[in-house]
């Protein structure tokens, strides 16, 4: 069995979205890649993605929020 831990507790993602009063929607219309709603969810609940999808979701919030963050500002892993 793969020993890599997948759920990693709730992101720093998930709390600047509800500091900045975002919704999924937000980052998903904002983006000019193909994300999907899940992809935000499971970014913000801790599951584990790809360094791909983590780029693109980064991509997203800096867009939707006019600032620019770096990945460490975004996810513990």
């Known amino acids: 069995m793969d020993d890599v831990e997948r759920d990693l ?3 720093p993602l998930a709390r600047l979205m509800a500091e900045k009063g975002l919704k999924s929607h ?3 219309a904002a983006s000019t890649e193909q994300i999907t709603h899940k ?3 499971r970014g ?3 599951r584990r993605l790809t360094r791909n999808v ?3 979701l980064l991509r997203a919030f800096d867009k939707a929020t006019g600032e620019v963050h ?3 500002d975004l996810f513990t892993y």
Request: charged share 30%.
């Open 9 to 11: 507790g709730e992101q």
């Open 70 to 72: 770096k990945l460490a």
């Open 26 to 28: 937000d980052l998903v």
């Open 44 to 46: 913000c609940k801790g």
């Open 54 to 56: 983590q780029g693109k």
């Open 39 to 41: 992809m935000v969810q």
